[in-house]
């Protein structure tokens, strides 16, 4: 008899996968993700996935000067103060990261900015960043109107900022609109910290549809910008065993608002030197030193640094990858008429 009730149950389960499979997959991808306490991710698929119908020339009729006027204003901010250049690629993958490209990071206005949300709060500093987007929309909504999002503005201005800082051109698709909202606190509280594991790393990276070798490629942005001490003073206990590391903790010790150089060989020059370090055991950050005990990321870490050509075509790839990365919303929003 419980036999026969379990084949009951069986056919059942059948017969509505057949005639309501809505029914069984009307689980939000958002809710198909979470980072328990243990801090280790659980997923069934990613959370964020790569969206479709972005086109570099997406632009190109509406408004044909868009990437002059990006440029122009770009390459004067980084002349003027260069930490631009890292400032704009960090917020960029924290735009990008919790819920898609929407410029949902730039919304400074509400209580619950993502601006003041814990993983972004150093980035409360640069502020700047937003206002600089927002001079750049002005100037490109007077040239062609409204035609062009932040999100756009954005993508192109870290294109720009890269190249400005020594890195190599690469594909910019484009075609986002801007969100409506702040991302929720729940999806930028996914945004990997400087603490994580290597493993806790891939599993961050695998929920918002990046793999190892994006991980590497992208953490090769620390050629550029400066960390504060308390990013990486998780380290210092092991200082005793480890020069480099010393040397840090003495520096932070003698100022602790010190902002240290991700890249300590040529932090303004955007570069492969970040790899090079690694291998010489002058990572910074525990996250960088992490890709060194994993033998996939490990051995991207050893081609980047014999190849510097090589990472600039990764980079391009995975930034272009990065930058067509959408939430469970998919691309809807709007042309924001003021970025922030």
Same mark, same amino acid.
Request: aromatic letters at 8%; a negative charge; one cysteine or more.
């Given at each position: 008899?419980? +036999?026969?009730?379990?084949?009951?149950?069986?056919? $059942?389960?059948?017969?509505?996968?057949? /005639?309501?499979?809505?029914?069984?997959s009307?689980? %939000?991808?958002?809710?198909?993700?979470s980072?328990?306490?243990?801090?280790?991710?659980h997923?069934?698929r990613?959370?964020? #996935?790569?969206?479709?119908? &972005?086109?570099?020339?997406?632009?190109?009729?509406?408004?044909?000067?868009?990437?002059?006027? *990006?440029?122009?204003?770009?390459? @004067?901010?980084?002349?003027?103060?260069?930490?631009?250049?890292a400032?704009?690629?960090?917020?960029?993958?924290?735009? +990008?990261?919790p819920?898609?490209c929407?410029?949902?990071?730039?919304l400074?206005g #509400?209580?619950?900015?993502?601006? %003041?949300?814990?993983p972004?709060?150093?980035?409360?500093i %640069?502020?700047?960043?937003?206002?600089l987007?927002?001079?750049?929309?002005a100037?490109?909504?007077?040239?062609?109107?409204? #035609? =062009?999002s932040?999100?756009?503005?954005?993508?192109?201005?870290?294109?720009?900022?890269?190249?400005?800082?020594? $890195?190599?051109?690469?594909?910019?698709? /484009?075609?986002?609109?801007?969100?409506? @909202?702040?991302?929720?606190?729940?999806?930028?509280?996914?945004?990997?910290?400087?603490?994580f594991?290597?493993?806790? &790393?891939?599993?961050?990276?695998?929920?918002?549809?990046?793999?190892e070798?994006?991980? =590497?490629?992208?953490?090769?942005?620390?050629t550029?910008?400066?960390?504060r +001490?308390? #990013?990486?003073?998780d380290?210092f206990?092991?200082?005793d065993?480890?020069?480099?590391?010393?040397?840090?903790?003495?520096?932070?010790?003698?100022? *602790?608002n010190?902002?240290?150089? /991700?890249?300590v060989?040529t932090? @303004?020059?955007?570069?492969?030197?970040?790899?090079?370090?690694?291998?010489? $055991?002058?990572g910074?950050?525990?996250?960088? =030193?992490?890709l /060194?005990?994993?033998?996939?990321?490990?051995?991207y870490?050893?081609?980047?640094?014999d190849?510097?050509?090589?990472?600039?075509?990764?980079?391009?790839?995975?930034?272009?990858?990065?930058?067509?990365?959408?939430?469970?919303?998919?691309?809807?929003?709007?042309?924001r008429?003021?970025?922030?």
């Amino acid at each position: 008899m419980a +036999c026969s009730r379990a084949m009951v149950a069986m056919i $059942g389960l059948v017969v509505a996968a057949l /005639l309501f499979p809505a029914a069984l997959s009307s689980t %939000r991808p958002d809710q198909l993700i979470s980072m328990t306490t243990d801090g280790q991710y659980h997923s069934t698929r990613p959370v964020v #996935t790569i969206a479709d119908g &972005l086109t570099a020339d997406y632009h190109d009729v509406s408004c044909p000067d868009l990437r002059g006027i *990006v440029r122009t204003a770009v390459v @004067e901010a980084v002349q003027g103060d260069i930490t631009i250049a890292a400032d704009l690629l960090r917020m960029f993958f924290h735009d +990008c990261f919790p819920q898609g490209c929407d410029a949902s990071i730039l919304l400074l206005g #509400t209580p619950w900015s993502e601006m %003041r949300m814990p993983p972004n709060l150093s980035l409360d500093i %640069r502020r700047k960043v937003a206002f600089l987007m927002e001079d750049i929309r002005a100037k490109v909504h007077e040239a062609c109107g409204p #035609t =062009v999002s932040c999100a756009d503005i954005m993508a192109l201005a870290t294109h720009d900022a890269v190249v400005a800082s020594g $890195g190599k051109p690469y594909h910019v698709p /484009l075609g986002r609109l801007d969100s409506f @909202e702040p991302a929720p606190l729940r999806f930028v509280e996914e945004l990997p910290p400087p603490t994580f594991s290597i493993d806790q &790393l891939i599993a961050a990276f695998r929920s918002r549809s990046l793999d190892e070798k994006d991980l =590497v490629v992208l953490s090769g942005a620390h050629t550029i910008g400066k960390a504060r +001490c308390a #990013t990486f003073s998780d380290r210092f206990p092991n200082s005793d065993s480890d020069d480099f590391v010393r040397r840090l903790q003495d520096n932070c010790t003698t100022d *602790v608002n010190r902002r240290q150089d /991700l890249d300590v060989t040529t932090p @303004e020059k955007f570069d492969n030197k970040y790899y090079i370090n690694l291998k010489q $055991g002058k990572g910074v950050l525990t996250s960088d =030193v992490q890709l /060194l005990l994993n033998k996939t990321t490990r051995g991207y870490v050893n081609d980047f640094a014999d190849n510097e050509w090589w990472f600039w075509n990764q980079f391009g790839s995975s930034m272009s990858k990065m930058g067509m990365l959408q939430g469970p919303q998919g691309n809807v929003g709007r042309i924001r008429q003021q970025c922030y």
